[in-house]
């Protein structure tokens, strides 16, 4: 019965999220800040995931085709986590990008060459920024433990990758 309940929840129809939540005997309950939390951290992994492969596509300098590997790696691994926590918890979580981060997406789409790396950069500069804020944030003020633990075990690596596109940009622009 076990491996049936795990072909569930992985599965990729519209209603995992119900089948996880009958089938689920963890309900955790959680802080209205944690679940606000999993889910922005839901939208902003995906869209560095797709952004990632993208830049592995477009990308001119072997730099930032690295750098995008990277992100993909781990920003799948966090999001994988991320999924677990709002699964355990019952926090429905979005299956789509938000409009803005789509209308990024779209942006970068329509860019070549150097121009394209120099922005992706700085795009992931900022939203490095911003994440690492939130998860700060996260961090001090949520109330679930594990979210908050998983805010801190995420953080090094969120600052790791702004040091890494912070580095890729002073030596290039």
């Known amino acids: 019965n076990d491996t049936t309940e795990s072909t569930t929840n992985t599965s990729t129809s519209s209603n995992t999220a119900t089948d996880a939540n009958t089938s689920t005997t963890t309900g955790v309950v959680t802080d209205e800040k944690s679940s606000e939390f999993l889910k922005k951290v839901t939208n902003s992994g995906m869209a560095e995931v797709q952004l990632a492969k993208l830049a592995q596509q477009k990308a001119t300098i072997d730099a930032v085709k690295n750098f995008a590997a990277m992100l993909e790696r781990d920003h799948t691994a966090v999001n994988q986590q991320v999924k ?6 019952s926090v429905a979580i979005p299956t789509t990008i938000s409009d803005d981060k789509q209308k990024m997406y ?3 789409q329509k860019k070549t060459g ?13 939203s490095h920024n911003d994440g690492i804020s939130l998860f700060e944030n996260t961090r001090s003020n949520a109330s679930d433990i594990d979210v ?10 969120l600052k790791m990758h702004l040091d890494s596109a912070k580095a890729i940009q002073k030596r290039y622009w």
Do not use: G, H
């Open 106 to 108: 779209n942006d970068m």
């Open 148 to 157: 908050k633990n998983f805010a801190d075990k995420t953080l090094p690596t």
């Open 84 to 89: 677990t926590l709002a699964d355990q918890r």
């Open 114 to 126: 150097k121009a394209f790396d120099k922005d992706y950069i700085s795009m992931m500069v900022k």
